[in-house]
């Protein structure tokens, strides 16, 4: 049976392996395998490393393969610098055409009463998979008062994989 509840009428699912490893404090190996039906053929599957060691220091990289072929591979950077700096950087690459999906790079700077952030963007069409555009934000805060720009945070909330806008410090 299936979820769905309708019968199913093969003798043999698809083989779903999920592992998670945490190798040492700060560093995990997760894996998803899924084949076809037949339980030897490859369907989809991805493979991660993060190490993490806080909530803005952290590097993510991913392979997602589809039918035997890496179809995407993603980097996500993330780095403290002293107190008020960050650096933030991500790429979701496609090695079959090498072709970029989205790109961005960013630096945030933020203390107890006011934060800044610059962002650079690529995005490709989601629609039509052709060449996207590029954008540079600028985005101030006073916080408590207001924000000019939101656009370089929801660039990096929407592009960069981990990222959470930081709690005012007041």
Same mark, same amino acid.
């Given at each position: ?34 084949? /076809? ?13 993060k190490y993490k060691t806080s909530e803005t220091d952290y590097v993510t990289q991913r392979i997602v393969w589809d039918n ?32 970029? /999906? ?69």
């Amino acid at each position: 049976m299936t979820l769905s509840g309708n019968p199913e009428t093969t003798d043999q699912g698809p083989l779903v392996v999920e592992s998670t490893a945490r190798l040492a404090e700060s560093l995990h190996w997760n894996t998803r395998f899924s084949s /076809v039906s037949d339980g030897e053929t490859m369907d989809t599957a991805t493979n991660e490393v993060k190490y993490k060691t806080s909530e803005t220091d952290y590097v993510t990289q991913r392979i997602v393969w589809d039918n035997d072929a890496a179809t995407r591979t993603d980097l996500y950077i993330s780095n403290q610098i002293g107190q008020d700096w960050r650096f933030l950087a991500g790429m979701q690459w496609e090695p079959n055409t090498e072709q970029r /999906v989205n790109q961005v790079v960013g630096i945030e700077y933020e203390s107890c009463c006011w934060r800044a952030a610059v962002v650079h963007a690529y995005e490709r069409d989601q629609v039509t998979s052709t060449n996207g555009g590029h954008s540079v934000k600028l985005q101030l805060e006073l916080k408590g008062l207001g924000v000019l720009g939101r656009g370089a945070s929801s660039i990096m909330e929407r592009l960069l994989e981990g990222y959470e806008l930081s709690e005012a410090r007041y």
